[in-house]
């Protein structure tokens, strides 16, 4: 009668233990998903944040550059005309029509 106590002892400590390490794993693969996405969200937001540096150093360039042409009161330049510079002058020789330098 003691034999069967103690295997029905043993047999309910092995199911709980079977039941604990089922739900261990299902803990662990859930903690691993969501891991994952954290992951992915994580590298998401790096891209977002190197785009937006990018942006803010460009904005600053421009920003900084169009202060200097307002305080120094130059002109825009038109980029489809190239000016050549002389080195006897160093001045704008004017816009070249065709391309060539003088």
């Known amino acids: 009668m003691l034999a069967w106590r103690t295997t029905l002892l043993l047999l309910a400590a092995v199911i709980a233990c079977a039941m604990a390490v089922v ?17 992915q969200q994580e590298q ?5 944040w190197s785009t937006w540096q990018v942006q803010q150093v460009a904005a600053s360039k ?8 307002s305080k120094q009161d130059m002109q825009r330049v038109d980029p489809s005309v190239t000016y050549y ?18």
Not at 85 to 102: E, F, K, L, N, Q
């Open 23 to 39: 739900n261990v794993r299902y803990q662990s693969r859930s903690l691993n998903s969501e891991l994952e996405k954290v992951r």
């Open 44 to 48: 998401q937001l790096q891209v977002e």
């Open 62 to 69: 421009n920003d900084r550059i169009a202060n200097l042409v």
């Open 85 to 102: 510079m002389t080195p006897a002058t160093a001045a704008p020789s004017g816009p070249s029509t065709t391309g060539a330098a003088p």
